[in-house]
């Protein structure tokens, strides 16, 4: 039983997580390193990169709460810094969602012009 303690098992999570933020941001990079790069497949790259680190912060947070050297000031400025990455990631959401309307439009559009020759 106490091979499964409490700090053991939060360290694997936050090893799976540090390395899931590593490919995010492997990924991110590959994309931007592409000769004919995709707006749309950067910005997925990059969602994809915000929410692993929101992930990581969130879960430093909740292993530095049960600290005996708790810092509630330094506390609240992690929350703070979470909640504008948060805002950063709901931004770049909407940015997607919008432009992939306006793709489908310009298509529908292009497919009715085609339709009337």
Known sequence: ?????????????????EKSVSYALYLHRR????P???MMRIAST???????LIQLQQRRQWETA???EFDAEASSQQMRALDRERE???????NMQRQL???????RK???EIGKR
């Open 1 to 17: 039983m106490s091979d499964y303690s409490s700090s053991n098992y939060s360290g694997n999570s936050s090893q799976r997580t």
């Open 31 to 34: 994309e931007l390193g592409r």
């Open 36 to 38: 004919k790069r995709k």
């Open 46 to 52: 990059k969602l994809q990169l915000t929410n692993e």
């Open 66 to 68: 049960f600290d005996l």
């Open 88 to 94: 950063y990631r709901d931004r770049l959401r909407t």
């Open 101 to 107: 309307e306006k793709q489908q439009k310009r298509k």
């Open 110 to 112: 292009y497919l009715q």
